[in-house]
């Protein structure tokens, strides 16, 4: 007699439960799916950390590569979207910046860094409207940020509002009153309505709080520059350039031996100004303005079909560019809708 459930031989056990070797296999295909998300994720972070070395190394553009390899190996890892997107608007690729943090807003809309990112970088494309949006949200998650009301500040003052640019740069001094820059930015906002008195005390305050930020003596030059005061601005300028050689002081450089009756040395700072123009905070504009310039030199020194092309090229890049060869005077225009 058979009974059911009687052993019938190693051939015949009933099939209807899981068999050891299936179990086996798929507890190797889960390993094997756990070491190889770990493996994506070391992967992916050995190539931020590189690529942030390359960054800090000033190497920006093997830093977006190595940030573009993180995120081809792990497309959620924020941090390499969010440094990359810092690098292309330091390159000038204002659009893949954008497109870099409207990934992470979407993902996170409760960080104000990505706003404020956003918002620097439209600023810097000359969307202002958009850019000072993006501050105010800053602003709203993050109400204590200093750097924030500055930044919201230099987009007002571009899109023409000046008493609200001013407002925003007292504030952030009011939030952080050993901060520099909100200084020079009200001692550029004052040489733009032509008050040098006022401009010139707080471009000294601005020095006085950091004497070796080369910006705020560049700046100083451009504003006595302005003001005509030809002797004390070639000694910021000649110290600025001493202290690091950067774009934006050989064109204000080169505006200044313009405006002192030196064109062959003015032509020269210009080419150099030029040379430099892709390592500024605004590529595009800085090769504009160098363009713009050398245009001007060629035009004194009676080369006028270099000085036509040179015109026309620098209109290409920035069709607002204009005869000061610096951008201050923007500042003083008719305000822009908003």
Not at 87 to 106: H, K, M, N
Not at 168 to 179: C, N, V, Y
Not at 253 to 268: F, H, S, V
Request: hydrophobic share 40%; net charge negative; proline share 5%.
């Amino acid at each position: 007699m058979e009974f059911f459930g009687a052993v019938r031989g190693r051939g015949a056990e009933p099939r209807s439960v899981t068999q050891p070797g299936r179990v086996r296999r798929a507890a190797l295909a889960g390993l094997l799916l756990v070491a190889l998300a770990g493996c994506t994720s070391f992967v992916s972070e050995f190539y931020f950390e590189k690529g942030v070395s390359s960054g800090s190394q000033g190497n920006s553009e093997q830093a977006i590569r190595d940030l573009t390899k993180a995120l081809d190996w792990d497309p959620d890892n924020w941090q390499a979207r969010s440094n990359r997107a810092v690098f292309y608007t330091d390159r000038g690729d204002y659009d893949l910046a954008i497109a870099d943090l409207d990934v992470l807003i979407s993902r996170d809309p409760s960080q104000p860094a990505f706003f404020h990112n956003r918002g620097r970088a439209e600023m810097l494309k000359g969307d202002y409207a958009r850019a000072i949006a993006d501050f105010s949200e800053a602003i709203r998650l993050s109400p204590k940020s200093a750097r924030t009301f500055n930044d919201r500040g230099l987009a007002y003052a571009r899109a023409g509002h000046s008493d609200r640019a001013r407002a925003d740069f007292l504030e952030a001094l009011r939030r952080l009153p050993s901060m520099s820059i909100p200084h020079t930015n009200l001692a550029l906002l004052d040489a733009a309505q032509n008050d040098f008195k006022a401009a010139e005390a707080e471009s000294a305050q601005a020095i006085e709080g950091a004497p070796f930020q080369t910006a705020y003596v560049r700046d100083r030059c451009l504003i006595r520059t302005m003001a005509g005061n030809f002797t004390a601005a070639m000694e910021d300028c000649t110290r600025a350039v001493a202290m690091s050689n950067e774009s934006s002081t050989h064109r204000i450089m080169g505006e200044l031996l313009l405006r002192t009756n030196r064109p062959d040395q003015a032509l020269a700072e210009f080419e150099t100004a030029f040379a430099l123009a892709p390592y500024d905070t605004e590529p595009s504009e800085s090769q504009a303005m160098a363009l713009y310039g050398r245009a001007l030199a060629e035009t004194a020194l009676q080369r006028q079909a270099d000085a036509d092309r040179d015109f026309a090229a620098a209109r290409r890049l920035s069709p607002g560019v204009s005869d000061d060869v610096s951008t201050i005077r923007r500042w003083a225009g008719p305000p822009q809708p908003l």
